[in-house]
């Protein structure tokens, strides 16, 4: 059965969601714009301000949402996650008020899925809660999107670990309370086997940063993202997450998850600028008329309402793929699942450029100024090009995975659907009704 609708009673949910979002949450991006103020716990405005309202979510029902009920969560699978996501996507704080933040929310998750009891009682329970904020660490300054370039090393002595390397753009980890490393932990096979993920609490001896980094606009030296060097840092062993060697098969259980995420919020920033696209040609005039007299104008907003429209069932699409895949446990759905992960990373970088590439230029010198969020907005494109995987890497990994069921004809020369080739085996499969028809 195809169904394009929303069950009532869920849909009630998301427009309260859609109300608190425009009412209580966009304000707060203009008061407190900062990139990294989200994730510090320790501040004024998360303690009075966020909390708060962090509460009113639990209230409804909504917090933690991506998680599966036992953990806290609703358990509404990726569609339901997808249709909440664009609503989150307008605005930088909601994630944080909703609790389906990055990177938390996938460490949530790897915790969920490979955490011992333990680990999920000193780590887990207090992220969920959020009290805590939490750093991913896989990226590093000699390897990100290919990990067989990774040098970060971790050496067993004993009863603990012994890391040495450097790790780079690890997010939010000048508030994290803890950090999830994956380590290369034996170098003689591929990384895919050889490598582990470790949990690592702030303020272990030999962890240091060696300085922040921040987005393009931050000032130097400042920003969320640190550069982090291990020099003969002990972890005990039992931090160890999962077995040794399973640290890029955990990975892929948080990044599949997330680049479907930013795809989800993705759709409500564009959203977003199609807004802004649709107020300004209905209040700006030129040459004598509104802007919505020029024929070029309304082509722009058709195409990026088109390209929205695209993408949205796209990322909704593949939701229900991932959904279907958990469902049935079917190897092949989990491919399928796969392959549109991988496309929707792909689509949703593209998308947002040209979409709110379009409404900066429509607003003129007004777009491109620091007194709107479009510029702020046009980043996250780029950005999410090279998050969790450059936008190549997906298309390679979409092509392979087509690929693998993808047939050579047997007349390699022509190919299957040569014209000549096919007209004459059509004339012997209709021979006898030609013939009569000729005789006729």
């Not at 309260?16 to 716990?41: K, M, N």
């Not at 009075?48 to 917090?63: D, H, S, T």
């Not at 291990?230 to 599949?256: D, K, M, S, Y």
Request: charged fraction near 25%.
């Amino acid at each position: 059965m195809w169904d394009f609708s929303t069950e009532p009673d869920f849909q009630a949910r998301l427009d309260w969601a859609d109300r608190f979002v425009r009412e209580e949450i966009e304000p707060i991006d203009l008061l407190f714009p900062g990139t990294t103020e989200p994730y510090d716990r320790e501040s004024r405005v998360f303690r009075e301000i966020i909390r708060p309202l962090q509460a009113r979510v639990k209230e409804q029902g909504l917090w933690a949402a991506h998680l599966s009920p036992e953990l806290g969560g609703m358990g509404m699978g990726q569609v339901g996650l997808a249709l909440l996501n664009e609503i989150l996507g307008r605005c930088m704080w909601a994630p944080m008020v909703f609790g389906t933040q990055a990177p938390d929310s996938g460490n949530a998750e790897i915790l969920a899925h490979y955490g011992t009891e333990e680990q999920r009682r000193r780590f887990l329970e207090p992220l969920l809660d959020g009290r805590i904020v939490s750093t991913y660490a896989m990226t590093e300054p000699t390897g990100g999107a290919d990990p067989g370039g990774f040098t970060c090393r971790a050496v067993r002595d004993g009863d603990e670990w012994v890391i040495d390397g450097e790790k780079w753009f690890a997010s939010n980890y000048p508030y994290a309370a803890f950090v999830i490393a994956m380590v290369v932990t034996d170098p003689d096979v591929p990384v895919h086997r050889g490598s582990s993920m470790f949990l690592i609490p702030r303020g272990t001896p030999g962890m240091e940063q060696v300085r922040g980094t921040g987005l393009a606009g931050e000032p130097l030296g400042e920003g969320g993202h640190g550069y982090l060097r291990f020099t003969g840092c002990r972890v005990p062993a039992e931090n160890l997450l999962g077995e040794p060697g399973t640290g890029f098969a955990i990975a892929q259980t948080r990044l599949g998850g997330g680049r479907l995420h930013h795809a989800m919020r993705a759709v409500g920033q564009c959203r977003r600028a199609l807004e802004m696209m649709s107020e300004r040609i209905v209040s700006r005039r030129t040459r004598g008329g509104p802007l919505s007299d020029q024929q070029a104008v309304r082509q722009q907003l058709a195409d990026s309402w088109i390209q929205l429209e695209q993408f949205r069932l796209q990322v909704l699409h593949a939701a229900w793929q991932v959904d279907r895949a958990a469902a049935t446990g079917e190897r092949e759905h989990a491919r399928a699942a796969r392959l549109h992960i991988s496309a929707v990373k792909a689509a949703t970088p593209e998308t947002l450029v040209d979409i709110v590439y379009r409404t900066v230029h429509i607003h003129g010198a007004l777009g491109v100024s620091n007194e709107l969020p479009l510029m702020r907005l046009w980043q996250s494109g780029p950005t999410l090009g090279i998050a969790d995987g450059p936008t190549e890497a997906h298309k390679d990994v979409v092509a392979r995975l087509l690929l693998q069921h993808a047939e050579p004809a047997e007349d390699r020369l022509f190919g299957s659907y040569h014209i000549p080739t096919r007209l004459e085996a059509a004339r012997l499969k209709y021979a006898d009704r030609l013939k009569k028809m000729e005789e006729v």
